[in-house]
């Protein structure tokens, strides 16, 4: 069983773009999560996905958003990049009937 | 809200030697509580977690954990460390709804060296 793909593995950005970064969770998990991952904030949630409807989100400015689509693939936009959104953004899957959340392994986005 | 606090930001233990990581938690309710690992450049791998039932969960590599209500804490345990076990720690804390609907809230992590 495939896990949770993350893509791209790393990005290099310039201050003022926009970003997608994409999430393919492991078959069957409806449930879709992004983390930001800095060295001085930590992880910190950024929102859920469940069935293509937002369940909740973290405390991130509006430039950050995501959608989810039929087949559970998640993506999160970024919009006019700063300096400090560079990170390590993680995505977990998670089934329905387990609360354990799979990671993929991270996309790694460095703005400029 | 919801924090976890993981006090020891680096921890240096000989290989062969016993292992304790500290992790304290404060939440509403009773929370589900996980230990996760991460290597360089990598994602986060669950080492175990506890939903209810023995204080005392069983991870994987050998991994064990102590849920103790009264000082909301869940130490991560080893009883010898191998170099392969160097790596960052995280404890996070999540729901109890179990329905994913609050993101996980993790702890800062503890940097764990492994010395020959």
Redesign the interface.
Known sequence: KAG?TQTPRYLIKTRGQQVTLSCSPISGHR?V?W?QQTPGQ???????Y?SETQ??K?NFPGRFSGRQFSNSRSEMNVSTLELGDSALY?C?S?S?TN????????T?LTVV | AQSVTQPDIHITVSEGASLELRCNYSYGATPYLFWYVQSPGQGLQLLLKYFSGDTLVQGIKGFEAEFKRSQSSFNLRKPSVHWSDAAEYFCAVGPISGGGADGLTFGKGTHLIIQP
């Open positions: 949770v449930s999560s983390y930590g992880l910190q949630f950024l929102f859920e469940f369940r909740n973290g993680l977990a998670k329905q609360t354990e959340a799979f990671f993929g392994q991270g790694r």
